[in-house]
Each structure stands twice: as structure tokens, then as C-alpha cells.
């Protein structure tokens, strides 16, 4: 895709990694916005960037994180907190203590967490900015075994976390039925 289409949500999110050196994964971070027109079934998500980070400081990707919400207006910052819990938000929060932050958490397996993303894939509802080739290589890796790749798939996760904020979750209120009061 050559040009942003105009989006009416634009995430940040973030797969944060356990240490910041050389040998460390990389600390995902990816930019997603949603075209939210109509029934959810028929939103559109685009994969903006991938700012993705190596061998970084907590306040280093924070930094990274945040310029990229800024830089491309995004309203909420969506980051993993499995591996440093407390910890990523307070950091965040250091460097910008007004943040709107989403908390997220693993409770299943990566492949299990990337099954609803990839279905958007296969309908054609996500499409891609240019120039996302590492991203787009490390999505080549996941298999339904897992990743078949070195390290862990930092940027795919950050993805599926955006994707899931700006699409899944809000097709999975949707279907729940609603109750009114009488």
C-alpha cells in the first residue's frame, strides 16, 4: 500500500523484551490503524510501521514506542506485560505519565494468540505500508508449529497485539449479546 488511507484508530503496541544487550531479542514494536466503517466484520486494519528496536534500554524502546505514537497519532499505547509485569507501564509512565496504556497479558500460546489475526489475513482485511520487509519475514517464520526463526518473533507479536486491540476485541463485544433493562 503507497498511501495511509484515513484511519479512525491508530495503536502502538509493544512486545517488550526480558533485557536490553546485544544478545537480547528484540523489543517489537508495531504501528496498526483500523478503518472502523460500518459492521465490525467489514473494518479494515493497515500495518503502518514497524519501529522495532535491538539491544535497548527499557527507556530507550519506551522512548522509541512513544515517538512512534506521536509521530503517527495514535491514541493508545498496548504493550505485553508477561515479562516485566508493573514494570513496562512504570517505565512508560516516567518518560510520559499521561500515556493512555492497555495492559496486555499471554494467556495462551503465540500461535493460539495469532489464529484470529491470521484469519484477518486470509480474508483480506489487513494490508500492509510499504517497507516492512523484517516484519513481514518474521510473519513468513510462524508456522502452526510455532516460529521457525532465530529468537523470538518480536515484531509478529507486537502485531498480533495491535491487531487484536484494533479488530478482534472489538468483534469479539460485538457478537456477545447484549441485555437491556426493563
Known sequence: MAEVPELDRIVVAVDPPVTGHAGSDACGIVVAGVIAKGPVQNWRAVVLDDATVRAATPDAWARVALAAMEA???????????????LVQSVINQIDPLVPFKAVRATRGKVARAEPVAALYEQGRVAHMQDLDALEDQMCAMTTHGFDGKGSPDRVDALVWALTELVIEPAASWRRPRMRAL
Open 72 to 86: 503517527w497519532g495514535a491514541e493508545r499505547l498496548v504493550a505485553e506485560v508477561n515479562q516485566g509485569g508493573d
